[in-house]
């Protein structure tokens, strides 16, 4: 069962585990706009979340607007190569930013 409540996120800590939550695409979608606003985050956890290749893509395109530095754990989430190539490019153009696992 995917979970459709998340809307808008508060990323107002540093800390963030959203670990096993089902989010999928949409919410994945939701929180890569939460985060390209980002000001606080340094660790984000969304391991095992179904986010797909549209939320991949989405949160590689958060990171190229996020001027924080962030520690992303996306594993398991099938991000797909499209989603694989958006996060590689973000992560070339600014790779004193971000830890992606």
């Not at 996120?9 to 670990?19: G, R």
């Not at 797909?52 to 190569?81: F, H, Q, R, V």
Request: with cysteine; proline share 0%; hydrophobic share 30%.
């Amino acid at each position: 069962m995917q979970n459709n409540t998340l809307t808008k996120l508060d990323l107002s800590s540093n800390e963030l585990d959203l670990t096993s939550n089902e989010l999928g695409k949409s919410e994945g979608k939701t929180l890569a706009e939460s985060l390209s606003k980002n000001t606080t985050l340094i660790h984000l956890d969304l391991h095992n979340n179904e986010l797909g290749e549209t939320a991949g893509k989405a949160l590689a395109e958060a990171l190229c607007k996020n001027n924080t530095s962030i520690d992303l754990n996306l594993s398991d989430n099938k991000l797909g190569e499209s989603a694989g190539k958006a996060l590689a490019k973000a992560l070339y153009k600014y790779t004193k930013k971000y830890y992606i696992n």
